[in-house]
C-alpha cells in the first residue's frame, strides 16, 4: 500500500529497473493506472489503483513477461533525476 499514486509508480519503476525491463504508464487516470512493457509483443503490465472506501493505492494486477533479454541496460530510460534524488532522501 502506498500513501500517493506517485510513490506506487516509483516502486513499480524500481522494480523494473531492478528486473531490466522498462514499463511506460499507458492508461493515466485520477484514481488507477496501467504501466505496460515498452517490448512489442509483450504482455508485461502493472495495475494499480484505489480500493474503493479507501485512501491507499494498491498494485492489484501484476502480468509477467514472456522475453529473455539479451544484453543487460547500462541505461536504464525509466531513470530520472527526480527518481534518484527520492531514492538519495528516504
Known sequence: ???TKKKSKYAVIKWAMSTQRVFRTHIPSPT???????ETGCPGKVHGHVPKYHI???????????YVRK???VNHPNLTSTLI?????T
Open 85 to 89: 534524488a527520492q531514492l538519495m532522501y
Open 56 to 66: 491507499h493505492w494498491v498494485v492489484t494486477d501484476v502480468f509477467p513477461h514472456n
Open 32 to 38: 488507477n493506472y496501467t504501466m505496460k512493457c515498452v
Open 1 to 3: 500500500m502506498f500513501d
Open 71 to 73: 544484453n543487460l541496460l
